[in-house]
């Protein structure tokens, strides 16, 4: 979706991020920008979910502002809003391999994952710029009903490949499990570093 003129000088090239409060903000400072912003988030979260074979999207501008934990983080490429990847905290039970015991997480996920033109080097950027921001690695997190093409990703990029299959589709993975680092930090994620990826919003 191209970028409209009205959205643009919130816009900045490269990767924002947005959530609730950043999101309401620009709804009260910048009216059009927000209704802009609304259209074009929208459109990738349908696109996602016609993607993954959802029933319907999973991320929205509304779904967004209901959830103010979430974090979303957008790519713009040129004149168009490219990609987006949301990620958030979930309460999960993980069942250990073999019958072993049931244990609750409470691990940051990756939620909802798209990209316009794929296999393009976008998904990795998106991706990078995500983890940097959160100070997480790609193990660190639970994916929820990870995609016939999120799993070969996440093995390529970052060798994740072993994980124990759960009831509840969430993918946790084995290295997920190698230091306590992978729960989720008190301190707020960092901003992005570089001229050409920048975040708006609250960080
Ligand atoms: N089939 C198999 N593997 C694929 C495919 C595909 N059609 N597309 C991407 N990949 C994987 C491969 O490992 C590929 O490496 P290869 O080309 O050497 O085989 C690698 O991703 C390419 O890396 P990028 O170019 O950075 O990936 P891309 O820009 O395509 O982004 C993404 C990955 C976001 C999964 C994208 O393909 C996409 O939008 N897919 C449709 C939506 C989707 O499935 N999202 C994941 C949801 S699951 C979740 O959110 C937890």
């Known amino acids: 979706m191209s970028v409209p003129p009205a959205l643009a000088p919130h816009l900045g090239e490269g990767i924002t991020r947005w959530e609730a409060a950043s999101l309401m903000e620009l709804r009260s400072s910048a009216p059009d920008a927000f209704e802009a912003l609304r259209e074009a988030v929208d459109a990738l979260g349908v696109a996602s979910g016609v993607a993954q074979n959802l029933k ?13 934990g ?13 990609g987006l990847v949301k990620v958030g905290e979930k309460h999960l039970y993980y069942w250990r391999r073999g ?23 976008d998904g990795k950027r998106v991706f990078d710029a995500m983890c940097a921001a959160e100070r ?65 919003g609250t960080m």
């Open 99 to 121: 019958g072993g015991a049931q244990v609750e997480l409470d691990p940051r996920c990756v939620l909802d994952f798209y990209v316009v033109a794929q296999r393009r080097g």
């Open 56 to 68: 319907g999207p999973l991320t929205s501008v509304a779904k967004l502002v209901e959830m103010p």
């Open 70 to 82: 979430q974090r979303l983080y957008l790519l713009r490429a040129g004149a168009r809003v490219s």
């Open 136 to 200: 997480a690695e790609p193990r660190e997190f639970a994916y929820d009903r990870p995609s016939p093409k999120m799993l070969p990703f996440l093995a390529r990029h970052f060798g994740l490949t072993a994980f124990a299959e759960q009831p509840n589709n969430f993918v946790v993975f084995d290295a997920f499990f190698s230091d306590r680092s992978a729960m989720p930090p008190r301190d707020p994620p960092r901003r992005l570093g570089g001229t050409a990826d920048r975040v708006v």
